[in-house]
């Protein structure tokens, strides 16, 4: 496995692949969250995705999803006037509120305030004490699950072997009159996504993800041959096993494909890091001069533009043919991650020279020649970018979940150096409630100068300002989706 680090003696800049050795660098928080109004309407998909998957019609989906929000209303009332009374809650197929009482002179106050009421022999507090002492006692493997199951009124024990159930009950000292043991076969494990820019790790080294692929029913992801080899074992970002390279050629080419367990699950996303998670639409090659943005797990999400296709690169370990040369900066760790322009999947980091503090030439392997190679097919995550906002000096296309932040461009800032007139433009999905802020720079605080904040997807703002270092903030208020961003500079 090749571990080769960037550098630079004297005035010749060395050319490497792009693999890091150590431990994983620590991700940055997302920004904080901000408060979501209660929806007027439900969110696009919703209606359509309850009548796949609850059986319902579009007319009781949307009644459901009202008498759900009364619920939310109705609910902490009576579980505070019920207090030790209060015997639990749920909602019917239709959204219907039943409220539990042990208190049957209660079921009046239930009902006026709208509710079903049901009379049970142990009230809430009972049932979270007896699941409390489970909690307490040592876990036991063919005991995967137990919860506090409101309908029946008692604390659900699953198993597959339920003399060890009785055996765990037992020895918890748990209240065994609460307890219902059930049989099970279920042996639940966490799931993880595959998104390309995140770490993986082979052995002591660390690379990543280039893109989610999928070939047949098993799901997997492309990255750079120097990374691993055949039959090498991997690990995700969070150092759970994840898979196995099924192939990989280095060099002459530069990729490869892992196979990834059951756990995981190929997305069709990259992790943009600071500029949110960026959907793929499919893998157009972009012509010379175009811009293109590379995720990595070291220095995460950086652009510039495609300087020459059909370059030959030769590395210490040999010479590399076809790929394509950047003015995307890279540093060791980076390799195998994703470049993308625009929406279209471009190719994974191969190796390159400089760094991300004084710049860099780079490399990538195009990802349609591996698809070809194995038989791989890409996955994707959703449509293209709109492109409503023409007429802009730059452009920048992302993608959102709702209640979502993202600074343009490409995360960060710009500098106006003179006074003038700053115009934005945001173009969202339809369906949408997307927002842009344009902030300026005051001391150490940004502080919010202009802002279209209509209920639509689309917004403009037009700000005349002093020179000095702004940016554009997009929130999703509402909905999900991608969106391009044009910006305008005096």
Not at 65 to 84: C, F
Not at 317 to 330: D, E
Request: aromatic share 8%; net charge neutral.
């Amino acid at each position: 496995m090749l571990r080769n680090r960037l550098s630079i003696t004297g005035a010749a800049v060395a050319i490497s692949a792009l693999i890091l050795t150590g431990t994983p660098a620590a991700a940055e928080p997302a920004p904080q969250a901000e408060a979501l109004t209660a929806i007027a309407k439900p969110p696009p998909g919703v209606i359509e995705a309850m009548q796949r998957d609850l059986g319902l019609t579009a007319e009781e989906a949307s009644a459901r999803l009202i008498n759900e929000s009364r619920a939310r209303q109705v609910e902490p009332a009576l579980r505070k006037k019920l207090r030790d009374r209060f015997g639990g809650s749920w909602v019917t197929r239709t959204g219907a509120l039943v409220v539990a009482t042990t208190d049957a002179a209660a079921t009046a106050e239930i009902t006026s305030a709208g509710a079903q009421a049901k009379v049970v022999a142990r009230p809430l507090a009972a049932l979270d004490a007896a699941k409390e002492a489970l909690d307490k006692a040592a876990a036991v493997k063919s005991v995967p699950v137990w919860y506090v199951d409101t309908l029946t009124n008692s604390v659900v024990v699953l198993a597959s072997d339920t003399a060890a159930a009785e055996r765990f009950v037992a020895a918890s000292g748990a209240d065994r009159a609460a307890v219902r043991i059930e049989q099970s076969a279920e042996q639940p494990v966490p799931l993880y996504d595959v998104r390309g820019g995140d770490a993986f790790y082979i052995g002591g080294g660390r690379c990543s993800v280039g893109f989610g692929v999928t070939r047949g029913t098993t799901h997997g992801f492309v990255t750079a041959g120097h990374c691993g080899s055949t039959g090498n074992a991997t690990t995700g970002y969070n150092q759970v096993a994840q898979g196995t390279f099924q192939g990989s050629s280095f060099p002459g080419n530069d990729y490869a494909w892992v196979a990834v367990n059951s756990q995981w699950t190929a997305t069709g996303v990259v992790n943009g890091y600071t500029a949110g998670i960026i959907a793929v639409a499919g893998s157009t090659d972009s012509p010379v001069g175009s811009s293109v943005c590379r995720s990595g797990s070291t220095t995460q999400w950086h652009c510039g533009t495609i300087q020459q296709r059909n370059t030959s690169v030769t590395y210490p370990q040999g010479t590399v043919n076809q790929v394509v040369r950047t003015s995307v900066c890279a540093e060791p760790g980076d390799s195998g991650g994703s470049y993308i322009s625009g929406s279209q999947a471009q190719g994974m980091t191969s190796g390159g020279s400089g760094n991300c503090t004084s710049g860099g030439t780079t490399y990538f392997q195009p990802v349609n020649e591996a698809l070809t190679a194995y038989g791989l097919t890409l996955a994707t995550g959703g449509t293209p970018p709109p492109t409503g906002c023409t007429g802009y000096q730059n452009t920048y296309t992302g993608s959102l979940t709702s209640n979502q932040n993202v600074y343009q461009p490409t995360g960060g800032s710009y500098q106006s150096t003179v006074s003038g007139t700053h115009r934005g433009c945001l173009d969202g999905p339809n369906g949408v409630d997307f927002d842009l802020y344009l902030q300026k720079l005051s001391g150490s605080t940004w502080v919010t100068v202009a802002s279209g904040t209509s209920p639509n997807p689309d917004e403009t703002v037009s700000y005349n300002g002093t020179a000095g270092t702004y940016r554009y903030r997009v929130h999703a208020y509402s909905g999900s989706g991608s969106y391009t961003v044009g910006i305008t500079r005096p």
